[in-house]
């Protein structure tokens, strides 16, 4: 563009002038042509899926102004969204990666950290989970060569069946690592109860329950904050979302320290991106075998990665931070709304429940078919009748082609007990979505076409 061109666009306008202007015409951009589908009725054949983004143009400003800014990596929107999200789980620290995924990655490798001294996870330590979940809560005991311990879980609350916690544990046992299935918590008394009898590390991945509650030691506790490490992910179907993006979280100082290093390329300095010589001794200390002075910046002391997130989706992240409250209720209301206009059917479909001490913030409404009733000619007639729906993940983990390699080997993985239950889920369980953006007739609709479904068998 020549001089011209940039008269006819911004005139006389200086910088911050024209940066405010693009905003302005951003917000206006977004309120005209996005969302747009949103006040429409509900037609009888429209598709509707089981999540979706739900955002206006605050969520575009952010990301514009992040994007005007140009500072491509994590930066001062990272940073916002870090301190606002510790404070909404009520924690001390919190730190933004790039999905849910990395965040299990990043809590499960702080816990093999040297730091930790006797309490590390070695190779061959055990870590006791649940195989009717989904595979990235797992994938980072096997590649670290841990070994995961699969006990079986419970029907209508999907979570891990604690009577069978203590028949799965060995003398290597190191950690418990589950999911709050679906929103659902697991039951957080008894499993904490556990890992303080014996010693254990907990990790929540939250990453399908941000804003769920447990009434635990008196008072109100949010899922994530209870365990050792808690994780979310940000992912567009999940309870907020910026595209990409995780995050794992904590109170203790040292697990919050060995996760910023092992995030950031496992580096032992702690500078900011663009930032020198923070703690005043960049060329003035001894680290390993390393020569005296070798420059911080560069020392390394644990195996590491780049999880860092961008501004851009950070700043997207604070907008949604700001709304998330009321997506968790809007989730409640709208599974209330599935529940009591399938209660006339629970004589063929087993409705979800939430577990005792909990208040949920539901990522979707889950079934059981009966015995004798095919799972798959009730889906086919739903999603053929437009509904979009979903299995529970994995069903049972270690039935999937990835065990194919190793399957029945029990130095690489553990089953403790028949997982019946598990079992279930992999050949009778669905689940339809909740999310905020989902209307009450378009709710009324896929209950109906469940219940047609259900009376075509």
């Not at 929103?183 to 010693?199: I, M």
């Not at 500078?271 to 390993?288: I, K, P, V």
Request: glycine share 8%; hydrophobic share 35%; net charge negative.
């Amino acid at each position: 563009m020549n001089e011209m061109d940039y008269r006819e666009f911004f005139g006389d306008m200086n910088e911050q002038q024209a940066h405010e202007a693009i905003l302005k015409l951003t917000a206006a951009y977004c309120d005209r042509y996005h969302n747009t589908e949103k006040d429409k009725p509900y037609r009888e054949g429209d598709r509707i899926p089981y999540a979706s983004r739900v955002y206006d143009h605050e969520e575009m400003v952010n990301l514009v102004d992040s994007a005007l800014e140009f500072w491509l990596t994590t930066g001062r929107y990272a940073r916002e969204f870090e301190k606002k999200f510790a404070e909404y789980e009520n924690v001390r620290f919190a730190s933004l990666v790039n999905s849910g995924s990395s965040a299990n990655l990043l809590a499960f490798m702080t816990l093999t950290s040297p730091l930790l001294g006797e309490r590390r996870i070695r190779r061959g330590d055990e870590v006791i989970t649940v195989a009717a979940g989904f595979p990235t809560t797992v994938t980072p005991i096997l590649n670290y060569g841990a070994v995961p311990v699969f006990v079986d879980v419970t029907i209508p609350q999907y979570n891990v069946d604690v009577t069978k916690l203590e028949g799965a544990l060995s003398d290597r046992t190191k950690a418990v690592m589950l999911a709050h299935t679906l929103g659902n918590p697991f039951d957080l008394e008894a499993v904490k109860a556990f890992c303080k009898k014996h010693g254990l590390w907990l990790i929540e991945d939250n990453c399908d329950a941000l804003g769920s509650r447990y009434f635990l030691e008196d008072r109100w506790q949010l899922t994530g904050a209870v365990g050792d490490i808690g994780t979310s992910s940000f992912y567009p179907p999940h309870h907020m979302t910026m595209g990409e993006g995780g995050a794992t979280y904590t109170s203790d100082p040292l697990l919050h320290k060995i996760m910023r290093s092992i995030r950031d390329w496992g580096r032992d300095c702690v500078c900011e991106s663009g930032q020198d010589n923070r703690c005043g001794h960049r060329f003035s200390g001894q680290f390993g075998e390393l020569p005296f002075g070798y420059d911080h910046k560069y020392v390394y002391s644990h195996f590491g990665y780049n999880l860092q997130a961008t501004d851009m989706q950070a700043a997207v992240g604070c907008a949604q931070l700001k709304k998330f409250p009321t997506f968790v209720e809007k989730r409640k209301a709208n599974w209330k709304v599935l529940y009591e206009n399938l209660k006339d059917v629970s004589d063929r479909l087993i409705l979800p429940e939430a577990a005792e001490h909990s208040d949920p913030s539901w990522f979707g409404f889950c079934m059981t078919v009966a015995d004798g009733i095919d799972r798959t000619k009730v889906i086919n007639y739903v999603e053929d009748h437009g509904v979009q729906t979903r299995l529970l993940f994995a069903g049972n983990m270690v039935k999937q082609p990835c065990f194919d390699g190793f399957r029945g080997d029990d130095r690489i993985y553990r089953v403790s007990g028949p997982l019946t239950e598990t079992d279930r889920i992999m050949t009778n369980t669905f689940w339809i979505g909740v999310y905020p953006g989902m209307t009450e007739d378009r709710l009324l609709y896929m209950a109906k076409t469940v219940k047609e479904a259900l009376r075509q068998q």
